[in-house]
Structure formats: C-alpha cells, structure tokens
C-alpha cells in the first residue's frame, strides 16, 4: 500500500475532469453521458466540479495546466496515455492528479486501488472524505515519464501492433496482439546494465522496468512493484523456447511467471538497456505510448507524484 497523506485537508476543494473521448476505443464516448450526470449530482451536493471534454491531443496538457494554476485537482477521464500526459504537467505545476478510468488498460487505477471496470465508481471518489492524497514515483524513460512499466522486445512490439487496432480494445486485444507477435518474433539479444554494476549481454524475449505490477490490461509482468519505494523492479525474460514461452505466459495474469529458472528480476534506481542486433529494431514503450529506439536508460524519480487514491 502507498503513503497516505493523513491529512484530508491535503485533497484540493476543486476538481477539473478532463476527458478524453476517444479513450477505450470508444469507451469513453459511450460512458461520457453517465459521467456527467454523475458529475452533476456531485455539484448539487456541493462539490466544485468542472467536466472538460479533450477536442485535439495538445488540449488536455492545456487544460490541466490552467486548472493545476488555479489550486485545483486535475482528473484524467482516459486511460494510461492520458494519465501519462497529464502527469508531467501535475509535477511541474505539484499539482495532485487523480484518475477515472476509461481506457483500455487501466493499470495505474489499478495500481491505485480504483474499481478499473466502473468510471462512474471511481468518480465517487471525489465525495468529501472519500479520498486522499498519495505520493508515488515516477520513472523515466530517456527523460520521459513512465506511471506503469517500459518495455522493450516482445512486449514493444505487440504493444506497437496493439497500438495500430481500433475493433477491440482491454484484455483480449492484448492477447491478439501476443498471439500475433509470437508468430514472428525471436529472442533478442542486448546489452543490460542495472545501477553501477557491470554492463551484460543477455539473449531474453524482452525487458521490463516497472513501477507499478501490471501493465496491458492486468498483466502482473512485476507482481512485486511498488509505486512509492524509491525503486523500479527489472523482469528479464530470457530465452525460454517458444511451447515454453506459451506454457509461462499465462502465469502473467498472477505473477506465476517469476518462479521460471529463464525470468531473472532485479531491483534498481537505474537501467540501461541496448539492441546488440541493429539489423531488428528495438524499441521501448512506456504506459502503452511509444518512446523511441534503443537505447533506453530508465530512473526512477521517488515521490516524484501526487495523486488522489481511496481514503
């Protein structure tokens, strides 16, 4: 469990909900209208409340940085992306940030213990003395936030096709998306270096730095991470064969996975990771958004964040 603010004066008075409507695949377009009678009600009980709908990508940082400067709470109406996004700005601005979850992942609500399958549930959240304040970490990837986890190899690459599908969205567009990356991809080899230890090359299916368990819809690629423990948690799948790789994945969904003898973990405040194979392109995802090619180097950036959680 994260660190609490005892105090519940520390949530701010005022909320501005920024929503993302193409978020989900559709999912926030669908669920807009209960939100905002949900947010209705909860500005006739008194609560200050203001519901922005997002009309080009650039808009939610905007909105959220008028609301940060004004002392108030900013609340992603999204999914990971959105979070990711609006998370630098609340860290310049220390501003607190909270989440409604309507994406297609959801692993940061997860991560903060917010009902991932019910929007309007977590809009509740906002009642008087329904929540508090949590400080949390943050990584960063060649300098760019990461909430959850960033990964390279297999992962990267389904999460790069899973990225391109508009017809479904959550868990089972993740599954295609490793269904279909399985049938044409190989372990890769890189080069590995964790805080100031020596640099290895390691031949593993992927790498993932993970400040939260889960990322892809629940997948607990991490199942011991922790979002306020000053330290990021490294997963290295290494060379399993491919009915073995299809034997383990399904552990993912508990964290299983870690007891194979081929997955090594590691705890770090550093990473640094390379392609040592220039002729396959590697590249590394962040919160489910790209962040470029190998190299990466990945920090984590303690109590960086904060955020609004159950009280």
Request: glycine share 10%.
């Amino acid at each position: 469990m994260s660190r609490l603010v005892p105090d519940v004066n520390t949530v701010p008075a005022s909320f501005t909900i920024i929503v993302n409507p193409v978020a989900g695949r559709g999912r926030a377009q669908k669920a807009l209208p209960a939100l905002a009678a949900a947010a209705g009600s909860l500005v006739r009980d008194g609560v200050d409340i203001e519901l922005r709908v997002s009309t080009t990508p650039e808009e939610p940082a905007r909105i959220a940085a008028d609301a940060f400067a004004r002392g108030r709470a900013v609340v992603a109406g999204g999914g990971d992306g959105l979070a990711n996004q609006l998370a630098p700005v609340a860290i310049e601005h220390r501003g607190v940030l909270g989440i409604v979850p309507l994406g297609s992942g959801n692993d940061m609500a997860r991560a903060l213990d917010l009902d991932h399958r019910d929007p309007v549930a977590a809009l509740r959240l906002l009642e008087p003395g329904r929540a508090g304040v949590r400080t949390v970490d943050v990584a960063r990837a060649n300098g760019r936030v990461v909430l959850t986890v960033a990964a390279s190899g297999f992962d990267s690459e389904a999460n790069r096709w899973a990225n391109t599908v508009t017809r479904f969205g959550g868990t089972p567009l993740y599954l295609a998306a490793v269904a279909r990356t399985l049938a044409t991809y190989r372990p890769h080899r890189f080069r590995l270096s964790i805080d100031d230890g020596p640099s290895r090359e390691i031949t593993a299916w992927l790498v993932a730095v993970a400040n939260t368990a889960s990322y892809g819809g629940g997948m607990r690629i991490a199942p011991h991470a922790r979002f306020d423990d000053g330290l990021l948690d490294v997963i290295v799948v290494g060379p399993i064969s491919r009915p073995g790789f299809l034997r383990t994945f399904p552990g993912v969904f508990s964290g299983r996975h870690v007891a194979h003898p081929l997955v090594k973990t590691a705890r770090a405040r550093r990473v640094n990771l390379e392609s040592l194979d220039p002729s396959v392109p590697i590249e590394s995802y962040g919160d489910g958004e790209r962040i470029g090619a190998l190299p990466t180097e990945v920090t984590v950036d303690p109590g960086a964040l904060r955020m609004l959680g159950p009280a």
